[in-house]
């Protein structure tokens, strides 16, 4: 049971070898494709035949009955029917900050490209229902498609024995407000619902696990023309766990066996740092495998297991990020810096009293996650899954002159004259002449910092008052960044990833490097710059800002700020990010702040200099604002 391999001595073909999952046979893409193919060919008859032979159940209607859903609820265990509303309610909880939402960027001078967000008109939810029926992954997949505003959520589930589906199953659907369920499983429920056969509706886009057989048709409907999307790419379950000396052996092995219990094709790798405790969770694993029901099935996965050991936190970070696990859990002291260290992890558990069943049922985050490997390019099942977007461009004969000089010019460098003609057309309607454009673009910039610590986007676009749009997760520091944008007449876009479990410093300083950056991309070579500004705001509080947009950074804060923090904001932070910004701006920025107040004195010191960059980034013509010819 769980071979070892030492990290720092195997090869990389061992170490590949040793995180291999375990090999399909490759027989149920054959079957999933013949059934597809054979649904699509003679529709109705070829599904009720496939149900009759797989499922045992082919009914003239597959859909269950309204009264079968409301009988169901009413049997339900009280007990039964509280834990389901109350994971629905958590689950619902995590979810509801989810969603793409829309937008509107004035890309050039009388050129409004926008964005909306819409959802699918009909999302199918594959329920498994083998050896137990799965109403947790009824709730995953329902509860995100009713936030996004999906009009027809449709549940399919295998029969239970002669017809009809789980009793649990269905009191769970009654419960979240779906009544369309249908009892038919299989690759013949997918083709069906890829086809608009045998009385269910054709599918935009199809959900949920499954066995093998469900898996390959999922993929294979995805691939034929028109055929619906699929969620994610789906495999046996598994779970990583990296323990530490100090880890309790018996909840590390209740959290690998919690996995293996799901089906024999399951992996488990348990990364540790020493021969101690790699014993350790094995006698534990032993001791609890002899107790468990499903004790056969477990050991079968766990023939298809290992355990690595590493010789610290970066090697078995290296090692999670080489196998990218649909669940990790951490059960280490250092569990917080290994977060960090993790790139690519469909859901992350950390400390020792979070295990891997409390994401499976009822602590919020969706645990329809990515498998065999593909967490290295998908996430989980989100509200954006269930949503589409849809851009649209709107442009005013200004703005078709502005663009018309690229266009026309790229165009021609593809080769395709038509494109230049439709360009050219509205270029000569607007009464603007070859080469000539009405205005290059608005001043706008985009920046991204990924650091171990952070990971930070920031937009700006000096031509555009507003809307800003901006969440680093320290609410202070955003009501300053704010104040910035709108003193600068500014917008701002800022979007933040950052270890606040730790402290403010790592976002603090990265948003205000980035910023420096995209206000640097926005200025482009500085022709027609004012380049200077200069302003003192604000009440009992005094704030005087200079700033030179030199190209040469240099920062100088004179004042002292009381107390340690506003908010969740460090006062001392305050000269760090003006001298954040000028470094990666190229500017020189003085500020000077008198006053007794520290909400005041950090309020002022940002406004004023909001109000500095928006004299110093006004164009007054078109030279370089520089009697030597240049900039640095």
Same mark, same amino acid.
């Given at each position: 049971m769980l071979d070892t391999l030492i990290w720092k001595d195997a090869t990389p073909a061992q170490r590949r070898q040793a995180l291999a999952r375990p090999v399909e046979t490759g027989t149920a893409d054959a079957a999933a494709r013949e059934i597809v193919n054979a649904v699509r060919a003679r529709g109705d008859e070829a599904v009720r035949a496939y149900? /009759?032979?797989?499922?045992?159940?082919?009914?003239?209607?597959?859909?269950?009955?309204?009264?079968?859903?409301?009988?169901?609820?009413?049997? @339900?265990?009280?007990?039964?029917?509280?834990?389901?509303?109350?994971?629905?309610?958590?689950v619902r909880r995590f979810h509801v900050r989810q969603g793409y939402s829309g937008y509107s960027v004035e890309t050039w001078p009388g050129v409004m490209a926008s964005r909306r967000a819409t959802p699918v008109d009909v999302a199918a939810l594959?329920?498994?229902?083998?050896?137990?029926?799965? #109403?947790?992954t009824l709730i995953m997949l329902a509860v995100p498609a009713q936030l996004a505003g999906v009009p027809r959520i449709v549940v399919v589930a295998p029969p239970a024995g002669e017809g009809g589906v789980n009793p649990a199953l269905l009191a769970t659907a009654g419960i979240l407000g779906i009544d369309e369920v249908y009892a038919i499983g299989g690759a013949q429920a997918i083709a069906a619902l890829a086809?608009?056969?045998?009385?269910?509706?054709?599918?935009?886009?199809?959900?949920?696990?499954?066995?093998?057989?469900?898996?390959?048709?999922k993929?294979?409907?995805?691939?034929?023309?028109?055929?619906?999307?699929i969620d994610l790419p789906a495999g046996p379950s598994e779970v990583m766990v990296i323990a530490d000396e100090r880890a309790d052996a018996e909840l590390v092995a209740s959290d690998l066996l919690s996995q293996a219990e799901h089906d024999p094709s399951a992996q488990v790798v348990l990364v540790c740092f020493d021969t101690v405790?790699?014993?350790?969770?094995?006698? /534990?694993?032993?001791?609890?495998?002899a107790q468990l029901p499903r004790a056969e099935i477990a050991r079968a996965a766990l023939a298809n297991s290992c355990t690595v050991i590493c010789d610290g936190l970066e090697a078995a970070a290296e090692v999670a990020n080489a196998y990218a696990p649909e669940h990790l859990i951490l059960q280490a002291d250092a569990a917080e810096r290994l977060v960090g260290l993790v790139r690519h992890a469909g859901s992350i558990f950390v400390g020792a009293f979070t295990p891997e069943a409390a994401g499976d049922y009822a602590a919020g985050p969706n645990h329809t996650l990515p498998t065999s490997g593909a967490a290295r390019a998908y996430g989980g099942v989100t509200v954006e899954a269930f949503q589409?977007?849809? *851009?649209?461009?709107?442009?005013?004969?200004?703005?078709?002159?502005? @663009?018309?000089?690229? #266009?026309?010019?790229?165009?021609?460098?593809?080769?395709?004259?038509?494109?230049?003609?439709? @360009?050219?057309?509205r270029r000569e309607r607007a009464g603007v002449q070859p080469g000539v454009a009405a205005a290059s673009g608005p001043r706008a910039g985009t920046k991204r910092r990924k650091t171990a610590e952070t990971d930070v986007t920031v937009t700006v676009n000096l031509d555009r008052d507003g809307p800003s749009r901006i969440a680093t997760g320290v609410g202070y520091f955003d009501h300053m960044l704010e104040q910035v944008?709108?003193?600068?007449?500014?917008?701002?876009?800022?979007?933040?990833?950052?270890?606040?479990?730790?402290?403010?410093?790592? *976002?603090?300083?990265?948003?205000?490097?980035?910023?420096?950056?995209?206000?640097?991309?926005?200025?482009?070579?500085?022709?027609?710059?004012?380049?200077?500004?200069f302003e003192l705001p604000m009440?009992?509080?005094?704030?005087?800002?200079?700033?030179?947009?030199?190209?040469?950074?240099?920062?100088?804060?004179?004042?002292?700020?009381?107390?340690?923090? #506003?908010?969740?904001?460090?006062?001392?932070? *305050?000269?760090?990010?003006?001298?954040?910004?000028?470094?990666?701006?190229?500017?020189?920025?003085? #500020?000077?702040?008198?006053?007794?107040?520290?909400?005041? @004195?950090?309020?002022?010191?940002?406004? /004023?200099?909001?109000?500095?960059?928006?004299?110093?980034v006004r164009v007054e013509g078109d030279a370089l604002p520089s009697t030597k010819g240049m900039l640095a």
């Open positions: 149900a /009759a032979r797989l499922d045992g159940y082919a009914p003239d209607d597959f859909r269950v009955p309204a009264e079968a859903l409301r009988e169901a609820r009413k049997s @339900m265990d009280p007990a039964d029917l509280e834990a389901v509303k109350a994971a629905a309610d958590a594959y329920v498994p229902a083998g050896s137990a029926p799965l #109403v947790s086809t608009g056969s045998a009385g269910l509706p054709r599918a935009d886009k199809i959900f949920g696990p499954g066995n093998a057989y469900v898996a390959a048709a993929s294979y409907v995805a691939g034929l023309p028109g055929g619906p999307a405790t790699r014993d350790r969770v094995i006698a /534990a694993t032993e001791a609890q495998l589409k977007t849809t *851009t649209i461009l709107r442009a005013t004969a200004e703005g078709a002159a502005a @663009m018309a000089p690229a #266009v026309e010019r790229l165009a021609a460098l593809e080769g395709l004259e038509a494109h230049a003609t439709a @360009m050219r057309l944008a709108r003193h600068g007449g500014i917008a701002l876009d800022v979007a933040v990833e950052g270890d606040l479990h730790i402290d403010a410093h790592h *976002t603090i300083e990265d948003v205000c490097l980035t910023f420096g950056e995209a206000l640097r991309e926005a200025l482009r070579d500085k022709r027609g710059l004012a380049r200077f500004g009440d009992e509080t005094r704030a005087a800002v200079w700033i030179d947009l030199s190209g040469r950074p240099f920062a100088k804060f004179e004042g002292e700020i009381p107390g340690e923090s #506003v908010g969740e904001f460090p006062v001392e932070m *305050t000269a760090h990010a003006f001298r954040s910004i000028a470094e990666s701006l190229g500017a020189a920025i003085h #500020v000077k702040v008198e006053g007794e107040n520290a909400h005041h @004195m950090v309020e002022a010191c940002f406004k /004023a200099f909001g109000r500095a960059l928006r004299k110093a």
